[in-house]
């Protein structure tokens, strides 16, 4: 049984947030703004504060407020507090067995890998619901706002932090309509692809670099590049013949197999990390999050066997 704490030595709780959050402005005016409060209401928290202590927090320089010896000594501990409980609320959303499962990815994974197969995951699991989320910023995983991530590393994320379940090799091959493939003839060399418009996601504009180099010939397309933002749009546009998309992932498998897309030269440039699914290490026995790397992984190992044989 954990010892009683006794409240009656804390200042008023509520009015810690306004204190944090004129500490970190160092101004009662933007403090109230954050809070969407008034500047007197942050005044009377700070004040409360004062009285309950019995002593000065902020002296007045100018227009603004200046942290006293005694604040500076305060605010750690008050900032310490506020992390620990938010880190405690993070911890109920991520095991509360009826909140949506947060599933971190990119654009072009969900529309084209795994939205297609989170109809079959939820008919064997209706106990967990999910939430895609395909609005990082970053490539990297991020562990506040997700709970699981379908997402590219280079190098296997820091083991003492992370669970990492590897599932594709990040490998580059260039892919294209049917009639785009046919007008450079049966056995269409590298060069040939260089006359074509080539399309380029902006963040990845390397990778053309990257899959020139591993069949040995210099990137010099004759004809401007198509820049573009997701891998999405790019398949869209080989896809209408409009151009030649270059795919790191499995994200054409139904296109290939149903001939809507083809793949010119047979060459892949296999690239350093993988796709993958990943979660914090401390959560990787969460019921929900180990169900759905499972049966995720699974997928793709059926997935893999069945192309095989």
Request: glycine share 4%.
């Amino acid at each position: 049984m954990h010892p009683k704490i006794d409240l009656k030595q804390l200042p008023p709780l509520k009015a810690l947030k306004g204190f944090e959050a004129a500490t970190r402005h160092q101004s009662i005016r933007d403090a109230a703004d954050e809070l969407c409060l008034t500047h007197p209401a942050v005044s009377h928290q700070v004040q409360l504060i004062e009285d309950a202590l019995g002593v000065t927090l902020f002296v007045q320089e100018g227009r603004h407020i200046v942290s006293t010896e005694e604040g500076k000594v305060l605010y750690p501990y008050v900032r310490a507090a506020f992390e620990s409980l938010l880190e405690g609320v993070e911890e109920v959303h991520r095991n509360a067995l009826d909140k949506p499962l947060r599933v971190q990815t990119y654009v072009t994974a969900s529309i084209r890998w795994l939205a297609r197969r989170v109809p079959q995951f939820l008919a064997d699991h209706p106990e967990i619901k999910l939430t895609l989320n395909t609005c990082a910023v970053e490539w990297e995983f991020d562990d506040v706002h997700a709970d699981v991530g379908l997402v590219y590393c280079a190098t296997e994320p820091d083991p003492a932090k992370f669970h990492w379940v590897p599932l594709y090799e990040y490998a580059l091959f260039p892919v294209c309509s049917p009639e785009v493939a046919a007008a450079m003839g049966q056995k269409p060399t590298s060069q040939q692809l260089m006359t074509k418009p080539l399309v380029a996601i902006y963040t990845e504009v390397q990778n053309w670099e990257t899959w020139f180099a591993s069949v040995g010939a210099e990137f010099e397309p004759s004809v401007p590049y198509l820049m573009v933002d997701t891998l999405a749009v790019a398949l869209e546009m080989a896809l209408n013949g409009e151009g030649i998309a270059l795919v790191n992932g499995p994200f054409v498998d139904q296109d290939m197999a149903a001939g809507r897309l083809v793949q010119p030269i047979a060459h892949k440039a296999v690239c350093p990390g993988a796709w993958g699914l990943i979660c914090r290490k401390d959560m990787r026995e969460n019921p929900r999050i180990r169900t759905f790397m499972d049966w995720v992984a699974k997928n793709v190992a059926d997935s893999q066997s069945a192309k095989a044989g």
